[in-house]
């Protein structure tokens, strides 16, 4: 099991900000690959940002410049940072974990593909207006 718990959604004002927070504990492996998903009213959920067990980072092409995801290992929280937030941005917004390969030790699957996460939080909501 790997506990996620996710902070910091609120509603803002297009071209706002916000830092969004997810809590981890579990193995160090498998916390190496932590991801940022989310999930707008009526849509599939998207991968936004992501982070491979060597620490390079992948982001979805809607949010690259604008989103920052960054991790802290000694607090066990992963960020997630918003700039010049757009309605489109609104969403449910969750952290991830995906395994490990245990010959490689790489993280398994696509970085930013839902059906490569098998633990989940439970989300917190940005609503941006306009």
């Known amino acids: 099991q790997v506990p996620l718990m996710e902070s910091g959604g609120d509603s803002v004002q297009t071209g706002g900000s916000l830092r969004l927070s997810c809590a981890y504990s579990g193995r160090l492996a498998i916390t190496s690959c932590l991801g940022w998903f989310r999930r707008a009213a009526g849509k599939a959920r998207e991968g936004v940002a992501a982070?491979?067990?060597?620490?390079?980072?992948t982001y979805a092409e809607s949010v690259e410049g604008r989103f920052t995801i960054s991790k802290d290992n000694t607090n066990s929280n992963l960020y997630l940072q918003i700039d010049n937030l757009k309605p489109e941005d609104s969403g449910l917004y969750y952290c991830a974990a995906r395994p490990p390969s245990a010959v490689s030790g790489k993280c398994i699957g696509r970085p930013l593909d839902s059906n490569a996460y098998n633990f989940w939080g439970q989300g917190t909501q940005v609503t941006v207006s306009s």
């Open positions: 982070f491979e067990r060597d620490g390079s980072t």
